[in-house]
C-alpha cells in the first residue's frame, strides 16, 4: 500500500533501523513529515529506554544522560547533528549570502561549529540527568517529538535557500493544506506533551519558539532554510525542550 510505503520510507530517512527504503524515499519522507513527530516519538522512546536501563544499573546520571543523547545522535546517524555544525560555520561568516550557503555545503569543520556542537551536547546532557527516573522516558519522547515539530514548522515558514533536499521538503509541506498540515503535526506534538503535563506543554512552546529564532537567523543570513537548517533546528529545539522539562519540574510543572 502506498501510504505503508511511504511511513516506512519516512522512518528510514529518520532512522537508522533497518527497515529497507526504495528509490522514493525522499519523496516519501516528505510527503508525510507532518507525522515526524511521532517518529521523534518513537526514537525518543528508544532512547529513553536506554538511559533507563542504565539507570536501573546504578550508573550515574551523567553517564546515562550522555549514553541517551549518544543513542539519540546514533539512531538518527547525526544526521541532523552534521545539519547544526555547518549551519553554526555558515551562519557566522563574514561573506555574502551565496559564500555563507558555499560554506554550509563544505566539508571543514571550524571553531563555531565546535563551539556550537558542544554547547548544545552540554546543555541537553545537563538537562537529562537532572531528570528523575519517574520522568525520563516520558521527558525524552516528548523532547524528540517536539524537536521533529521544530522541523515541520521551519519547513512551514520557509522559504527553501537553495535548490536541494531542504528545498523538497519545503515545498511539499507548504503545498497544499499547509495550514492543516501544521496544525495536525502540532496537536500530534501537544498529545504527546501530555506525557509531563503542563511541563510537557512548556516544552513545545520553547522548542517552537527556538526554532522560530533558528528560522528567522537563517532567513537574514541564507535568504532563506536549507536542510542543514533544519538539522540545526532539529538540534536546538531538543535542547529548548529539555531545558524547558527540567526547568518546569522544578516548578511543580507537571499534572
Request: hydrophobic share 55%; with cysteine; glycine share 10%.
Amino acid at each position: 500500500m502506498p501510504l505503508l510505503r511511504k511511513l516506512r520510507n519516512a522512518l528510514a530517512f529518520l532512522t537508522i533501523i533497518p527497515v529497507g527504503m526504495d528509490e522514493k524515499v525522499f519523496d516519501d519522507a516528505a510527503d508525510v513529515m507532518w507525522l515526524f513527530p511521532l517518529y521523534g516519538a518513537l526514537i525518543g522512546l528508544v532512547s529513553g529506554l536506554v538511559g533507563l536501563a542504565l539507570e536501573s544499573l546504578r550508573a550515574p546520571s551523567i553517564v546515562w544522560a550522555t549514553m541517551v543523547y549518544a543513542s539519540l545522535l546514533i539512531v538518527t546517524g547525526f544526521n541532523h547533528m552534521d545539519g547544526l555544525l555547518d549551519f553554526a560555520d555558515a551562519a557566522v561568516a563574514q561573506a555574502p549570502k551565496e559564500r555563507r550557503l558555499e560554506i554550509m555545503k563544505d566539508q571543514y569543520t571550524g571553531a563555531a561549529a565546535l563551539s556550537t556542537g558542544l554547547a548544545v551536547a552540554l546543555v541537553t546532557v545537563a538537562s537529562l540527568s537532572s531528570l528523575s527516573r519517574g520522568v525520563l522516558v516520558q521527558a525524552v519522547v516528548v523532547s524528540e517529538a517536539v524537536a521533529k515539530l521544530g522541523m515541520v514548522i521551519s519547513a512551514f515558514m520557509g522559504p527553501p535557500a537553495r535548490k536541494g533536499l531542504g528545498e523538497l521538503f519545503i515545498n511539499r509541506l507548504r503545498g497544499k493544506w499547509r495550514a492543516a498540515k501544521l496544525a495536525a503535526s502540532a496537536s500530534v506534538c501537544l498529545a504527546l506533551s501530555w506525557l509531563l503535563g503542563l511541563a510537557g506543554v512548556v516544552a513545545c512552546l520553547a522548542g517552537s519558539l527556538a526554532s522560530t529564532a533558528i528560522v528567522g537567523v537563517a532567513r537574514r543570513k541564507f535568504g532563506g532554510l536549507t536542510g542543514d537548517v533544519m538539522g540545526a533546528v532539529n538540534e536546538i529545539s531538543r535542547g529548548a525542550a529539555l531545558v524547558a522539562i527540567a526547568v518546569s519540574l522544578r516548578w511543580g510543572l507537571r499534572a
